[in-house]
């Protein structure tokens, strides 16, 4: 992407934040907002922008992960690790967006405070991206090795993978890794 591009995407992604802020907080539709671009990072498959939405007395951190167009996409420098990208496809992170606010109201219906999820907030650029809330805590695999009672995990790297492989996926998914 070059400066011309990347200058059109960070405004038209800041202005779509700002525009949008009131259905994201409704508490916002009386008070002006500020939307700051973070640090952006190119991952294999898409962009991760982190933002920040502001009021003068409030601040939430998000993220925007946003997909590349066919002929930005590096190819895989090996086949251990397939891309959740259908390359080419007019809403790529459609699925992903759909799956991910599935479980949130899945969590929410179950009311129970020891459970979190990512809010997602909106689908960008007509399907080829997607704003969640940006969240500090630690990856499910983590807790899951901290939780268990079976020493072994490091002595046993194929059970390891065995067990969090799904919870691995999720965590990418949600985490956008």
Known sequence: MN?????????????HVREHAAEYYPWLTEQP?????????????????????????WQQPLLAKVAL???????????????????????????????LRSVE?????LNDSRLFTVRVLDSLFEGRGLLLEKVDAQPLTH?????SRLGYWHASPRLLDAVTAPVSACDRSINCQ
């Open 143 to 147: 807790l899951l090795k901290s939780a």
């Open 105 to 109: 109201r899945h969590f929410q219906r």
């Open 33 to 57: 907002v500020q939307v700051r671009l973070g640090k952006v990072r190119r991952r294999q498959f898409a962009f991760l922008c982190d933002l920040t939405i502001s009021t003068s007395n």
């Open 69 to 99: 167009a066919a002929d930005e996409i590096a190819q895989p420098k090996s086949v251990d690790r397939v891309g959740s990208y259908f390359v080419g496809a007019p809403d790529p992170l459609g699925g992903e967006y759909a799956a």
């Open 3 to 15: 400066s011309a591009d990347h200058t059109a995407f960070v405004d038209a992604l800041t202005d």
